[in-house]
Each structure stands twice: as structure tokens, then as C-alpha cells.
């Protein structure tokens, strides 16, 4: 089970961390992936990370801006998000897939998911 929580109401240019907490003792075999879902739009990749979090990607959008992070004793995964803009307004969701040591971009390929949490960022 995974539970996203930290989203709230930004201006732009403000910063915004995502944790993500997970249940159960296999976290570290899992690897994690964040997602986001604006109005109107069909849901994109935003970041994902490895297993042990050494390998870590971005989408165009994001890169330079958001860092996805995880600690594996704590079964976290958190988005640092910074220099939020308007157009990052969105539902985020944490995902987790069992069956790579790596990370995909592709949202199928995510097994579990998170109920999501709303950022949004006013202009």
C-alpha cells in the first residue's frame, strides 16, 4: 500500500516535497516511479528511481527542477519539487514496480499505486 501526501496550494517559483510512504517489509525490491494527472490531460511520467536509488530519471519537464529520492529502511520515496510553475499543477501518485531493478517510464508497467495528492501552483 502506498500513501502520497505534502500537496497543497504554491505560488510559483515555491518549492514542495512529496513523501511517499509505503507498507510491508519488500520496499527495497520494488522500484518507485511518480506520475501526475493534470485537469484535462492524460496522466505523464515525472520521475522514477532504481531499486537502491542509485539510478534516478526525469521527464523533460521536470529535469533540473524535481529530484525523486527514496530511503529504503524508512520505505520513503519523496519529489523534491522546485521552481514550481504553473503548468506542474496536477495530481501526483506514487507507483511501485515489483519486477525491474530499475525504473520505467511507462505506466503500465507500475504495479501499485498511490491515492494521489493535489499540488497546485497559482501564477
Known amino acids: 500500500q502506498l500513501q502520497a501526501c505534502g500537496g497543497g496550494l504554491v505560488q510559483a517559483g515555491a518549492s514542495l516535497r512529496l513523501p511517499c510512504a509505503a507498507s510491508g517489509r519488500t520496499f527495497s525490491s520494488y522500484s518507485m516511479g511518480w506520475f501526475r494527472q493534470a485537469p484535462g490531460k492524460v496522466r505523464e511520467f515525472v520521475a522514477g528511481?532504481?531499486?537502491?536509488?542509485?539510478?534516478?530519471g526525469y521527464a523533460d519537464s521536470v529535469k533540473g527542477r524535481f529530484t525523486i529520492s527514496r530511503d529504503n529502511a524508512k520505505n520513503t520515496v519523496s519529489l523534491q519539487m522546485n521552481s514550481l510553475k504553473p503548468e506542474d499543477t496536477a495530481v501526483y501518485y506514487c507507483?511501485?514496480?515489483?519486477?525491474?531493478?530499475?525504473?520505467?517510464?511507462?505506466?503500465?508497467?507500475?504495479?501499485?499505486w498511490g491515492q494521489g495528492t493535489l499540488v497546485t501552483v497559482s501564477s
Open positions: 507507483a511501485a514496480d515489483p519486477t525491474r531493478t530499475s525504473y520505467t517510464n511507462t505506466e503500465a508497467e507500475y504495479e501499485y
Open positions: 528511481i532504481s531499486r537502491s536509488g542509485a539510478y534516478t
